[in-house]
């Protein structure tokens, strides 16, 4: 028998949320030694219990109470669950007493509303958006509504009813319309909006209501508006006004007459150069471009004269950056065009030197003239150098020439001149066209090509220019091949000793991957670089003396792109709806590992740029994700990467066990609860296999495990629940069930038998018995599995049939303890 006996009461408490709730637990010591106890409590945060006091002592029989305060945060959702008091002794861990107590935690109704946007202007409808936040801890039904003063608008509601769950937001659009006025200014009215709102508690099905209301404003406007009224009060007064001016300029035509010259002179205001703009005047834009690039010409001024005139300017304007120009304001006419600027020789429109050759322009009104686009070379500048040479005659045959910027053919059209080289090394390129942008080349066979970029201003010439002729008869050849040893064609190797770069291709048939760099002026000290897109650029130093040719130049390009793969499962078995995402290089994929056939459980990723770092995240229903972080490095020879095998691991798990009852044999239809403190589930323990169960599905975190049987008292274990491992099986003992036990004197039991019955006290003496049981030989009788914690009534009659009772007494049963009966005397008829 336990050495404490507890009674806690209440056993149902409503706890407010933010505030508490308490319990009394009112512990006996039935020991025969001096004791300490103290209280625990299950199913709840302990941060959430305040015990006090926290231990007591106790004499043998003495008895002492212990308050347990429970106070719940202001968000706890309005539930109903059970809680676990435990009173354990100090000296004894096997004394202990456990029961259960009702916490029903009420709801609480806080629900606010807000207006997105609190005002709208609009003519005949108006959107509001009514913010619904529920700050309470129970789901809240809500039914928005408006209200019109004026009694005016129509209010319609999308949707007319909402669900909020608790700590969230719903929105409700809101459409008001009508009550427009025809005229007048904007009118200001003010709607009253507001929810009405129902939360449902979990306690007696209780409902609690709250209306809120908030204010809207619509700023509407009228169908016709002041402006159209003030347009129209113009309109009249204009047509009056007219009428009044036509009557007065009729009678001054009767005493005026007009002449047919001054007609004449009144239209010319739309004439060429007239001084008087046009109603409907012309436009003539155009565009100013160097005659060496097509880029244009910024700064330069474009002038309009009139064909007769082309002494003062009519119209003028300057070119912006992309050279274009607009001269507007112009009227009927036909003009010539003078384009002029700093370093530039002028020339009239579109390419005549002076006035008497350029084309006539006609123009007429309300036209908007583009012309084409020209092409000013500007001033003609020098050119000039000198090249210097180790050996004077090396200058025989050396020639300079000059082409646009980006061409090197020189037998292309943007060929721009072309001299020879004095024996002296100096040369002079006469008449080039200036501003322009140029590239100066130095060729002679058998030497290095000597490369120069030259940009001219406006009128700007170039002197002095100094270039070095070098012998171009060095020579860089090899092999290129991937790093698995096959040839690799279509390889660019550049060759750059700063000045000069030369560049070639790797062969893409006969013999693949051979190159030569040809005419790379020597000596001179060389950077080559070895590049293919997806392969790593290497680059080599090379020295070349004067002549040599370095023939055996061999690299192998290493892949610049990798892949990984592996398999995805869940706890080794492949399942659906598994995903793997990479990230890392600037790249974000994902893909779907492979549910069935031969290569279920499988991934991969290919074309990876490497070098690089990936992150791969594992994820999928109902399991925990995980993340592996793998290095493509070519250098290391890690580009292609597989085995990345992940094993999921099951979101959630099952806790299951034996019940056993007394003696060590399985308890069946026992019942089992497992609670979180939110949510409680219940398992009865099953016939075959007898005493087993099992709660699947179950999310990581603290549980409590209760198995109880009418007449014991439950026995309770925390459960920690974790998704890495699976819970062991649990194996729980219950103690005996509540038994009446009892002795009938007064007869020879040998001889023959008495009944004795069990009543609810509500169904004695003529209602229906709990249970009937006989005399043994000894005169001794048991009632088993009773309900603890109940009163009975216990009767004896003189035999089975007999409708009348000998004798009864009532007595209460308490859990787990076969409590005696007192003893009857009878005395048979």
């Known amino acids: 028998m336990s050495a404490v006996h507890a009674v806690t009461f209440p056993h149902h408490v409503e706890v407010e949320p933010g505030q508490g709730g308490f319990i009394s637990v009112a512990i006996t010591n039935t020991a025969d030694v001096i004791d300490a106890y ?17 231990r007591v002592s106790l004499f043998p029989g003495d008895t002492a109470n212990i308050d347990v305060r429970v106070h719940l945060p202001l968000d706890y959702p309005a539930s109903q669950r059970t809680i676990t008091i435990n009173v354990v002794s100090d000296d004894d861990p096997t004394a202990f007493n456990l029961s259960n107590v009702q916490l029903v935690v009420a ?10 946007p609190t005002m709208v202007t609009g003519s005949r409808v108006a959107t509001f958006g009514i913010v619904i936040t529920n700050t309470g801890n129970a789901v809240a039904s809500a039914r928005p509504f408006a209200i019109d003063p004026e009694d005016l608008a129509e209010f319609t509601f999308d949707p007319p009813t909402v669900i909020v769950p608790p700590g969230r937001d719903q929105v409700v659009r809101v459409t ?5 006025a025809w005229f007048g200014q904007i009118r200001a009215r003010t709607f009253t909006f507001g929810v009405e709102s129902d939360t449902a508690g979990s306690a007696a099905g209780l409902t609690e209501s709250v209306t809120v209301e908030t204010i809207g404003t619509f700023l509407q406007r009228p169908r016709i508006g002041r402006w159209l009224i003030s347009l129209l009060g113009l309109l009249t007064a204009a047509v009056v006004f007219a009428a009044v001016l036509s009557r007065t300029f009729d009678r001054v035509v009767e005493q005026a007459s007009v002449t047919d010259e001054l007609i004449d002179a009144a239209l010319e205001s739309g004439e060429a150069g007239g001084a008087v703009v046009p109603s409907n005047p012309a436009t003539v834009t155009g565009t100013l471009t160097s005659a060496t690039s097509t880029q244009g010409l910024a700064g330069m001024q474009a002038e309009l004269f009139v064909s007769d005139d082309t002494t003062t300017p009519v119209a003028s304007a300057v070119t912006d950056d992309a050279g274009s120009f607009s001269l507007s304001s112009l009227g009927e006419g036909r003009y010539k065009l003078k384009l002029s600027g700093a370093g530039l020789a002028a020339l009239w429109y579109p390419a005549a030197p002076t006035p008497d050759d350029a084309q006539e322009i006609e123009v007429a009104l309300g036209q908007e003239l583009t012309l084409d686009p020209v092409a000013v070379g500007g001033l003609p500048v020098e050119v000039t150098g000198k090249i210097d040479a180790d050996n004077p005659l090396d200058l025989a045959g050396v020639t300079i020439t000059l082409v646009a910027a980006g061409e090197t053919d020189p037998e292309a059209d943007a ?24 590239q100066l080349l130095v060729e002679k066979p058998g030497f290095a090509t000597e490369r120069r970029d030259v940009t001219l201003g406006p009128g700007q010439s170039l002197d002095d220019l100094e270039l070095a002729l070098r012998p171009g008869n060095g020579i860089i050849s090899g092999s290129i091949s991937e790093s698995n040893g ?18 070639t291709v790797s062969l893409t048939d006969g013999a693949e991957g051979t190159f030569r760099v040809r005419d790379l002026p020597t000596p001179g000290q060389y950077t080559v670089t070895i590049s293919k897109p997806g392969y790593l650029t290497e680059t080599r130093s090379v020295a070349l003396t004067e002549g040599q040719e370095i023939g055996n130049l061999t690299a192998r390009l290493v892949p610049a792109t990798g892949s990984i793969s592996g398999r995805s499962t869940v706890s080794g078995v492949p399942e659906q709806g598994l995903t793997v995402t990479l990230t890392g290089a600037d790249l974000v994929r994902r893909t779907a590992v492979v549910s069935q056939g031969l290569a279920a459980g499988s991934y991969g990723f290919v074309g990876l740029p490497a070098p690089g770092t990936y992150t791969l995240t594992f994820t999928g229903p109902d399991v925990i994700p995980q993340v592996r972080v793998v290095d493509l490095d070519p250098f290391r020879g890690t580009t292609d990467i597989g085995g990345i095998d992940v094993s999921l691991s099951p979101e959630s798990t099952t806790v299951q066990g034996i019940v ?51 007449g014991t008292d439950p026995v ?30 007064g007869f020879d ?38 309900e603890a914690q109940k009163v009975f009534v216990v009767a004896v009659y003189a035999s089975a049939t007999a409708a009348d009772p000998l004798d009864s007494v009532s007595i209460e049963t308490e859990p787990s303890i076969d409590k005696p009966v007192p003893p009857f005397t009878v005395t048979l008829p």
């Open 749 to 786: 039991p040998a001889a023959q038998s008495v009944t004795l019955r069990l009543f609810d006290p509500a169904q004695f003496p003529n209602g229906v018995a709990v249970a009937t049981v006989e005399t043994d030989a000894g005169g001794n009788y048991t009632f088993t599995s009773l």
């Open 107 to 116: 709801p609480s109704a806080e629900t606010s509303i807000a207006l997105d």
């Open 38 to 54: 103290s209280v625990q409590v299950f199913g709840l945060d302990p941060t959430w219990v305040e015990v006090s006091p926290e």
């Open 415 to 438: 060929l721009v001149a072309t001299v020879d080289v004095a024996p002296d090394g100096s040369f002079t390129l006469p008449d080039i066209p200036s501003p322009g942008s140029y």
């Open 486 to 503: 096959s040839a690799l064609g279509g390889v660019a190797i550049s060759a750059t000793d700063g000045t000069t770069t030369v560049e």
């Open 660 to 710: 056993n009852a007394v003696g060590g044999g399985p308890a069946t239809q026992a019942t089992v609860t497992l609670s979180d403190g939110a949510t409680t589930r219940t398992f009865l323990t099953a016939d075959d296999p007898a005493g087993r169960f099992q709660f699947s599905n179950v999310k990581p975190g603290a549980y409590t495990l209760t198995a109880s049987q009418i």
């Open 176 to 180: 008001a319309k009508g009550g427009r």
């Open 716 to 745: 309770v274990v925390l459960v920690n629940v974790t998704a890495t491992s699976a819970t062991p099986n649990l194996n729980l003992q219950l103690g005996a069930q509540a038994s009446l036990s009892g002795r009938v004197d």
